[in-house]
């Protein structure tokens, strides 16, 4: 499996996507599900990846030869983020229809997608793309996407987070759920992939990479638990109605 | 969907049931998922359901009807918490199967079952059953088992949940799970059933019901929200190499 993790807020998008993909409990490999694209001081474009691993990569190297190959549409030809989705959900239902036209057969190629970024002189966007090819787009209301094994880092997305949180926040809250995720599901694992992007900074980032040795995950995933246990231990204690 | 969780630690058992069901999002109901039997003095058994209501109701009818009508083996006659689950999980695939002995078709009627208690002089057991009717069982090592929705409440479990907790702080770890589960997922809602019992104490307690207006479960919800908020504030600031 895989978690992916990507937040719009009021200052910028951050991006954390995990490292591991598996077929079978016993073939384990290590796969970046982070890319970026960009034209300094013009575009930033992320791409996360969840599912087929043969479609996903299919898909980037779709795009990346696009590029490449200077074909129309191709990343940074296109006008708007809205039609950097569209033109990655058409190349993906394009990767998998190539596999199979049978529409049932084509479910085990399945892959999700989280499409964020920003072109100069428009507002950063965040998309999560379907399978399908079709597309949802994140809001001040529902400022960010999970792809993945999603529910056990969502309790404290759902709590903590918000639109309006600085970058450094709410990079330390989704840190937090990616720990969380790590200690309760074996098919998430290290190392981490994280990408912070500032607002109209039209800079491409290199990102960092987060291994088990990476000393303020460490610290932070060792604060968090003492946090945890020392909060459980300030709650008051049940009434007596519990214990009847 | 369900949210049921059962603690065995070192004091005795902790039993906490969401009540509700659904039927699609336009049939939305509340159902008791947590059953209690016993013998004071003698015996305590819980059982908690997750699955096809129809299925769950009519298990708790035909192990109630053995008692009302003397069948033997019976939840008061068997010797064991071995037999107790032996016989739910008997009970449980003979229901399925008289549905249909269709083997593909049965797993429509599927349901999974958490069961409790104690019998005279033996060890508190706690065993998750199977819809085919096998079973685990709970031990210091894994003192805990969930069914249903489990995902957004297992973090929480896994890094603050030990054997030795005493039974009230077990009782607020729980409770915490459970907030965090009906945050996140809409298909697990109030109220809570929650059902402590202490260790050879032989005692059918009379559990607690948990509504939204309830002081003490209102009370937690929002100090761990504190807790989380502030400890994320607490965290240090991320190293500048996240940022390049």
Known sequence: ?????????KDGLVFISDTRTNAGVDHISVFRKLYSFGIEGERFITIQTSG??????????????????HQEPNLYSVHTMFEVAELVGKTLKTVIADVTSDTQEQSNYYCSLLVGGQIKDQE????????????ICATSDTPY??????????????RALSYE??????????????????RSNVSVGMPLDALIYQKDSYHIPTGKRIDEED?????????????LKKGLQDLPVPTSDYFE
Chains 1, 2 share one sequence.
Do not use: V
């Open 1 to 9: 499996m895989t978690y992916c993790c990507a937040l719009r807020l």
């Open 52 to 69: 087929n691993l043969a479609t996903t990569q299919s898909l980037i190297g779709h795009l990346k030869n696009q590029l490449d190959t």
């Open 124 to 135: 950063i966007s965040l998309y999560n793309i379907y399978p399908q090819g079709n597309f």
């Open 145 to 158: 996407f999970q792809i993945g094994e999603s529910k056990y880092g969502k309790p404290i997305l759902d």
């Open 165 to 182: 949180m600085p970058l450094e926040e709410a990079l330390r809250c989704s840190l937090i759920s990616f720990d969380s995720t790590l």
């Open 215 to 227: 000393p303020y995950f460490e610290h932070i995933s060792k604060s968090w638990s003492d946090t």
